[in-house]
């Protein structure tokens, strides 16, 4: 799917899942101030999210209001990679699959045709994060494996949790097709 695909909108019940635009980022932002334990980030990160990486972010939206984000992007240096930065959704949104509908509308864009792998860092508390990143592997038919990468001290000088490298893939011949 292109990217103008994508912003036509693949609407399903009364959600509308699409890229975002650089008007959206002030409610992205607010979606993950409102989302713990997610890092806050500056308002003008989540804006060159919505600008410069918006064929690989997307939102969910009902009557307008954004309910459900994923920042992501195609490391250069990795290819056939798909790196998810953040997931975002919002409390009263939570549980109906709308993160895990997010995740499968974006390995199926046009840009994504050569992924056949997706990591993310996970902190090993969270059991939401951890559940939906598994919950994909299986519909990927693909096993997913963990590492930890950014370390407590080593890398966070002691002010954040371990956060794993979660590694799922190669992803399964029949389940990519079917993305
Ligand atoms: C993590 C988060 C994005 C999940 O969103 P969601 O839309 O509720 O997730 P889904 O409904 O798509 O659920 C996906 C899977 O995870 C499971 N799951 C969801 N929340 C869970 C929880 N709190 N505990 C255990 N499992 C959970 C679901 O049962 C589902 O599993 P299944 O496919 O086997 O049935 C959401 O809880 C959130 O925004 N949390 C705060 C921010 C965060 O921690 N983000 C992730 C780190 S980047």
């Known amino acids: 799917m292109s990217i103008a695909e994508a912003k036509t909108a693949a609407t399903s019940d009364d959600l509308v899942f699409r890229a975002p635009e650089p008007e959206d980022g002030k409610a992205v932002w607010e979606l993950i101030r409102s989302c713990g334990p997610l890092d806050d980030n500056s308002l003008y990160c989540n804006l060159l999210q919505c600008d410069h990486f918006a064929d690989t972010c997307i939102l969910a939206e009902k009557d307008g209001e954004v309910l459900g984000w994923i920042s992501a992007y195609l490391p250069p240096a990795e290819e056939g990679v798909l790196f998810i930065w953040q997931v975002a ?4 949104a939570r549980g109906m699959g709308l993160a895990g509908r997010m995740l499968d509308k974006l390995v199926a864009r046009k840009v994504c ?9 996970i902190t090993p508390d969270n059991d939401a ?7 994909f592997a299986r519909r990927m038919e693909a096993p997913i494996e963990g590492e ?32």
């Open 148 to 179: 930890p990468h950014f370390e407590r001290e080593a890398h966070f000088g002691g002010e954040h949790e371990t956060e794993v490298m979660a590694e799922i893939g190669p992803f399964g011949a029949l389940a990519r097709k079917a993305a």
């Open 89 to 92: 959704v919002s409390e009263k």
């Open 129 to 135: 994060s951890w559940a939906l990143f598994r919950s």
């Open 113 to 121: 045709r050569g992924v056949r792998r997706m990591k993310t860092t």
